[in-house]
């Protein structure tokens, strides 16, 4: 079965950094669009980045410049590099694999997702 397991959340400071880290299973890695999203509070699903295969990416205008998503195909593995963190980022942040209609966010499996607290 398909399945996506998030790690490396914490509480960080504004202007601290994170790694978060998704490690997936049961499918083509290598072949698939592999994504961040996340939810914060009282607020819906959105997308923070898209890692394609070739290893173009795509990031939210409130994480291009401060987020870097990169891939390890050999251990199936996409890691979310967040830096210059703003309480704005708190959020729970979902490994995700989207199933082509961009506008949607959604994926083929959700993990338990990862809590991101900015915060003084």
């Known amino acids: 079965e398909v399945q996506l397991v998030e790690s490396g959340g914490g509480l960080v400071l504004p202007g601290g950094s994170l790694i978060l880290s998704c490690e997936a299973s049961?499918?083509?890695?290598?072949?698939?669009?592999m994504s961040w999203a996340r939810r914060p509070p009282g607020k819906g699903l959105e997308w923070v980045s898209h890692?394609?295969?070739?290893?173009?990416?795509w990031y939210a205008s409130s994480a291009k410049d401060r987020f870097t998503i990169s891939r390890d195909n050999a251990k199936n593995t996409v890691s979310l590099q967040m830096n210059s963190l703003k309480p704005e980022d708190t959020a729970v942040y979902y490994c995700?694999?989207?199933?082509?209609?961009?506008?949607?966010?959604?994926?083929?499996?959700w993990g338990q997702g990862t809590q991101v607290t900015v915060s003084t």
């Open positions: 995700a694999i989207p199933k082509g209609n961009l506008r949607v966010v959604s994926s083929r499996s």
């Open positions: 890692i394609y295969q070739d290893g173009r990416t």
């Open positions: 049961g499918f083509d890695f290598s072949d698939t669009v």
